[in-house]
């Protein structure tokens, strides 16, 4: 969802970073042969991606929600020489699609993926994060969050996509919504958590940005 006018929206991509060539043609492929491309990150958040992984500098991050691949090659473009990303992501029919982009790039061997449920893998990693890309199923972000801060390094930083919704955040709450009810709880808990300081950006469907003390 676009929150300002398509004109300015599209001088504002203009003038951003340009799109490497392996995420255009990692964006073609998702788009004509994987449902919901619209998932995908994109250019613009891509490239947003990359520039805090590259302020950042980390060593090791934390991906929940994998889809084909674009936003964890995205990150891996800050990661440390010596730093890895680890990716999770449930649908095994894009394990094989994601990897043969990753190994494509040039940041193959410090990729690793994780095929299965978040809230079951998470807890098995034996790792302190830098940063947090969160991505996944909307109803388990709270849970996402108490699962990964105490594996957050000082100082790290999470980053939550969807945060806004397409805009259903400040529309009546239907009953049966269960993934807005969750961000509106997931949200108000990264305002109120005193072990964080959190910024909501409006940045394609909502992007909040969480730095641990």
Not at 61 to 71: A, V
Not at 87 to 106: G, H
Not at 177 to 197: G, H, M, P, S, V
Request: proline share 4%; with cysteine; net charge negative.
């Amino acid at each position: 969802m676009h929150f300002i006018p398509e004109e300015l929206d599209n001088y504002i991509v203009k003038h951003t970073e340009n799109e490497p060539e392996l995420l255009q043609q990692l964006s073609r492929e998702t788009f004509q042969k994987v449902l919901q491309p619209r998932m995908l990150s994109g250019h613009y958040q891509g490239r947003i991606l990359s520039l805090i992984s590259k302020i950042i500098q980390p060593k090791t991050i934390l991906e929940i929600g994998t889809y084909t691949g674009y936003s964890a090659l995205c990150l891996a473009e800050g990661l440390r020489k010596d730093g890895t990303i680890h990716t999770i992501d449930v649908n095994e029919e894009l394990y094989d699609f994601q990897r043969n982009y990753f190994d494509k790039s040039a940041f193959g061997n410090q990729m690793h993926q994780y095929l299965g449920d978040a809230l079951d893998l998470i807890p098995t990693l034996n790792l302190n994060f830098d940063l947090v890309f969160i991505d996944a199923d909307k109803e388990d972000y709270p849970k996402y969050f108490h699962l990964i801060i105490d594996k957050l390094n000082s100082g790290g930083i999470i980053i939550s996509d969807n945060v806004l919704w397409s805009g259903k955040v400040i529309e009546p709450l239907e009953e049966d919504d269960l993934a807005t009810k969750a961000l509106l709880k997931y949200n108000q808990l990264l305002k109120d958590d005193l072990r964080i300081e959190t910024v909501l950006l409006p940045i394609r469907d909502g992007l909040t940005i969480s730095r641990k003390k």
